[in-house]
């Protein structure tokens, strides 16, 4: 394989984890690899896209075309039908619904442009997150590892008191972070212990609403 051939294969490996809206040990993890290394290691050129590590990725993401990852043949997504996504959506407010949401039954589905992988979406009826979230945006939410966090990303939060849409931002304490509203003026930043948090969400999308 030359210089060329490991460097393509690097942007497609790339492309697809940017797709999932992860870092590559997040990614790495999501598909079933102990570390990250792994795909560094494709970074690196010390390494190409084995069919294994393909079809992992394609277990996980059935829109990936597998011949493309593999030789670049074709387009990242299977087919036009790919690049459209049904959502399950629940038109109820996260904060009051998310912890719940195993007991729910979707209104219906929303289709789509491909954000990346999501579990459902949901209304987001507050106002601590405006601008950057206006009350009355659906949002699209996909469960995630604690692991998977990244610093200085929205995140819906799921405690067992409470839910809450925030910025999540590193804390001092090694076992905590900082949940920072965007309308800091009027809404406290909170601390909150890691082991208090039961599940977390990201945010690959939004769907803003004109009334």
Known sequence: MDEKQKHTQWQRLESVIRWANMTPNAFALHIGLSRGENLYQIKRGKNGIS??????????YPEIDQLWLLTGEGEMLRSTEAATTAVPFYRVDLEQSLSRIETLTPESSLI?????????????????????????????????EMQALIPGQLYAIVTKNF?????VRLAEQEDAVRLVAADAKHYDEMTLSVQEIEAVYAVPGK???NN
């Open 112 to 144: 789509v442009p491909p954000v990346g992988p999501c579990d459902c979406a949901m209304l987001y009826q507050g106002h601590a997150m405006e601008p950057l979230v206006p009350n009355g945006a659906i949002l699209l939410l996909k469960k995630i």
């Open 51 to 60: 069919l294994k590590l393909a079809e992992r990725i394609v277990r996980v």
């Open 163 to 167: 839910v809450t849409l925030r910025i």
């Open 207 to 209: 769907l803003i609403c």
